[in-house]
């Protein structure tokens, strides 16, 4: 089994910052793409940014946001900065995962973390 873990939401002004982390950890061969999805309250869970052969992000987060990884430690962190009230949302990990020892590829969901930031 995998297990997505995210940490660093949290409140904060407008204009402000924040660090999302996600880390895999269980039966994992190799991971293949890992991103950020986000809901807010009332509506669909969106894409924020993905980091995998490319590197794709939201029109609503580019120029803000920036996605990176750390293969070795099997994570992936969101840089946000500019923050809008608009971001506020449950931030959830993804990763594509091809897991041990069978080669079998699968995707997961971390359990989300908030981030609200305040106008």
Request: proline fraction near 3%; charge should be positive; aromatic fraction near 10%.
């Amino acid at each position: 089994q995998v297990q997505l873990v995210e940490s660093g939401g949290g409140l904060v002004q407008a204009g402000g910052s924040l660090r999302l982390s996600c880390t895999a950890s269980g039966s994992i061969f190799s991971i293949n793409a890992m991103g950020w999805y986000r809901q807010a309250p009332g509506k669909q869970r969106e894409l924020v940014a993905t980091s995998g052969g490319r590197t794709n992000y939201a029109d609503s987060v580019q120029g803000r946001f920036t996605i990176s990884r750390d293969n070795a430690k099997k994570m992936v962190y969101l840089q946000m900065n500019s923050l809008k009230p608009e971001d506020t949302a449950v931030y959830y990990c993804n990763a594509d995962v091809v897991g041990a020892p069978w080669g079998k590829l699968s995707n997961y969901w971390g359990q989300g973390t908030q981030v609200t930031v305040s106008s």
